[in-house]
């Protein structure tokens, strides 16, 4: 059985088949609407979400499965001080697949250790976003028609994204990806990100604060918010909240041919003149993220595919 913690738990060759299977399903939707008819998925959130739990339900039931879940911790048995793991033995009574956000780093990983059912790590605390990896390189994939040869610029809160600290974690396994990595001093990449994935493997990046001097050489600019809630204090929260805003003046400085994206939700770092300019992805992000996660709904349940 196996679960998704990170998105290094997928060689490249799996993910490409990972991609290629999201491609077709949005291809050829009818012939995937009944193959989950008798499972279900148990969408456990300790956190809120909009994108990655609907994405999750919605992929679900266009495979004809069905959904069970809570989306606050309030709401579950954790209010009353259940465990984790605990958790996970139940739900793996009534469901066949779960995906689990939690605030804490590392606590999907509990719980697929417990878990009879495979586990999705649908974002832990400031740590890992694998899905959103996976949303991601479809977007890119899909785009631009490669995921190598590629420069990408990060921009904003890079020490406490956790898609960002995913997406650089899966895009270093490409050739010719160059990141630039646009943050207050505050916000940089935390060091492990720093010097165990990008040094260790040996992929160029420049560090930079002012988003104009990379936008123009970029071919993906992926922007994100600050992270409030992962903030110690509101003050430095005020501070850098609006450190970025792109809109159609800086957009002027981009090439023709490059991409917004943005995880979502936005709050004021894209303004929303940028969104009826056609290099404005984010939204057909978020509908890439139902296919890929059908995909890999039907890769852990290892579903017999059509052909
Ligand atoms: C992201 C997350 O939850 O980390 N959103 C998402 O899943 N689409 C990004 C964010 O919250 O800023």
């Given at each position: 059985m196996r679960h998704l913690m990170s998105p290094l738990d997928f060689s490249v060759e799996e993910l490409d088949k990972l991609l290629t299977l999201a491609s077709d399903i949005e291809k050829n939707p009818k012939k995937y609407a009944h193959i989950c008819d008798d499972k279900r998925l148990a969408t456990c959130f300790y956190e809120p979400s909009t994108r990655t739990r609907l994405s999750f339900e919605a992929a679900m039931m266009n495979l004809g499965g069905k959904v069970l879940g809570f989306s606050s911790a309030d709401s579950s048995s954790a209010a009353k001080g259940e465990s984790v793991a605990d958790t996970i033995r139940v739900v793996s009574c009534y469901a066949d697949i779960c995906a689990m956000r939690h605030p804490k780093e590392g606590a999907p990983l509990v719980a697929s250790m417990y878990s009879s059912i495979p586990v999705i790590n649908a974002g832990d605390g400031g740590h890992q976003h694998p899905t959103q990896t996976l949303t991601d390189l479809l977007t890119i994939r899909s785009l631009k028609g490669r995921l190598n040869n590629l420069t990408i610029g990060l921009c904003g809160d890079l020490k406490f994204g956790r898609t960002v600290h995913s997406l650089i974690e899966a895009l270093?396994?490409?050739?010719?990806i160059r990141f630039y990595l646009i943050s207050p001093e505050e916000l940089r990449v935390p060091s492990y990100i720093r010097e165990d994935v990008l040094n260790r493997n040996h992929v160029s990046y420049t560090e930079v604060e002012r988003l104009e001097e990379a936008i123009p050489e970029l071919d993906i600019l992926y922007m994100t918010r600050v992270?409030?809630?992962?903030?110690?204090?509101e003050e430095d929260y005020v501070r850098m909240k609006d450190f970025y805003v792109l809109d159609k003046a800086k957009m002027e400085?981009?090439?023709?041919d490059m991409f917004v994206l943005h995880p979502?939700?936005?709050?004021?770092?894209?303004?929303?003149?940028?969104?009826?300019?056609?290099?404005?992805a984010y939204f057909r992000q978020a509908q890439y993220g139902v296919y890929v996660r059908m995909a890999l709904i039907l890769t852990l349940l290892e579903v017999e595919l059509p052909c």
């Open positions: 270093v396994r490409y050739t010719g992270q409030r809630e992962r903030f110690f204090n400085l981009a090439r023709e979502l939700p936005r709050v004021n770092e894209i303004s929303v003149e940028v969104d009826n300019d056609p290099r404005a």
